[in-house]
């Protein structure tokens, strides 16, 4: 062994006991669950005005402890963006039109249209307008009854919204929607305009019964 592989040798074993002992503190992490998700909607009822809340978005997602009650899965949700399409127009047929009117407590309110050109379908995407109230997170427990957004739209619409969330996490459940028949256990989708009214199906998930 020469006494440059000597050299070498000790250097590298002077690094290891110097790496081992300059751990510092555990860093800190975030225990709640949390994630951006976009959920996906059709009107499969005919056409109408569907006006949203703070606490339908609160209940998108939920859990059936019993046959006949849910709990949400999210504590938080705060709106990131919102996007339609309307059905085809067949030729010759009256056109299709969007609207997406974006409300608030602090400012006036935005609408957002869109019209169907011959067989090209009505197409909107928008976000919430920055500083409105209709950006903000709604929480639970906290102005639920808010209106965030209204939607005009036609049968067979296809709506994508996309939330940021955060899950329950040492907070008590609170309580989603009724229901009738739930298999206990369970985890539904909601419709976005409410199970009351029950026109804007989830898609991917088993709508709440």
Same mark, same amino acid.
């Given at each position: 062994?020469?006494?440059?592989? !000597?050299?070498?040798?000790?250097? =590298? ?15 800190? &992490? ?8 976009? $959920?996906? &909607? ?6 109408? @005005? ?16 019993t046959a *006949?009650?849910? +709990? ?14 309307s059905s ?7 056109? $299709?039109?969007?609207? /997406? ?13 869109? @019209? ?41 619409? !296809?709506?994508?919204? *996309?939330?940021?969330?955060? $899950? ?6 609170? =309580?989603?929607?009724? @229901? !009738? ?7 539904? =989708? ?5 199970? *009351?009214?029950?026109? /804007?199906?989830? +898609?991917?998930? /088993?709508? /709440?019964?």
């Amino acid at each position: 062994m020469n006494k440059k592989q !000597t050299r070498k040798q000790v250097k =590298g074993t002077r690094r290891g006991p110097r790496e081992i002992s300059g751990l510092g503190h555990i860093p800190p &992490f975030t225990p709640t669950l949390r994630t951006t998700h976009k $959920f996906r &909607f059709v009107n499969g009822a005919s056409n109408g @005005t569907y006006t949203i809340t703070r606490a339908q978005l609160l209940n998108l997602v939920l859990y059936t402890p019993t046959a *006949t009650s849910s +709990v949400r899965l999210f504590e938080a949700v705060r709106l990131v963006g919102l996007e339609m399409w309307s059905s085809p127009t067949a030729l010759g047929s009256q056109a $299709f039109q969007l609207s /997406l009117e974006w409300l608030g407590e602090n400012g006036p309110s935005t609408i957002v249209s869109d @019209t169907s050109i011959g067989v090209s379908p009505a197409h909107i995407r928008s976000s919430p307008p920055s500083r409105s109230s209709c950006e903000w997170w709604s929480m639970s427990g906290q102005q639920e009854s808010d209106d965030l957004f209204v939607l005009v739209i036609p049968v067979n619409t !296809t709506i994508d919204v *996309t939330l940021a969330l955060r $899950f329950v996490e040492n907070e008590a459940p609170t =309580g989603g929607d009724a @229901t !009738t028949g739930a298999t206990v256990g369970r985890i539904y =989708g909601d419709y976005l305009d409410g199970a *009351t009214s029950g026109m /804007l199906v989830p +898609v991917g998930y /088993l709508a /709440l019964p």
